[in-house]
């Protein structure tokens, strides 16, 4: 199957990276706009951008007609904002929150989510998450012309972890239980784990 991209709508491009890049991890966020409206949404256009300094990535697309999501627009504004890391334990009421409030309604007190203090940043944490990424604004990236996605880079500045999930400075895998994000409405747990130790070039040379 040979697929060319200009002849492709863009549900159909879409589909097929949504479809093709799993699982993706999902950035549950917490931020606060100008108004002091508390924003929570799901993001599973998420990653690592950089581990010195420690840095991750969250792309927000754009409404139609080049509008700002909330937690975009708040970040954008604020300079702050909060990963709260989904699992097995969160993932229903993490998924409520990907409903399309509007913006004077936040979805923490809507849907009457517990919070908790951050550390260093205004947002607070939301206490049903065990992992927390504290983030400052790093650089907003615009895509698209016109613009159809903000590419977030946020810089870590203090993390939370539940101790149990923390165990000789690692984080125990089949404890935290992560859930990622696949294509249309579906989720996925961790499966099989194995390894595969990364290989050492040896040169032949003499």
Known sequence: MEIDISAIERQDKYKLLIGCIVPRPIA?????????VLNA?????FNVASIEPMMVSIAVMR???????????NIA?????VVNMVDVCNVDVANETSADFPPEIGEVDALGLATEPSAVVRPPRLADSRIHFECRLHQIVTLGDPVTSDLIIGEVVHVHVEDRLYQNGKIDIEAFAPVSRLAGQSYARLGELFERPRPVYQSNSK
């Open 77 to 81: 504004e604020t300079k702050e904002f």
């Open 28 to 36: 549950w966020v917490t931020s606060i706009g100008r108004a002091g």
């Open 63 to 73: 409404k139609p007609g080049s509008v700002r999501k909330d937690t975009a627009r």
């Open 41 to 45: 949404a799901p993001f599973s256009y």
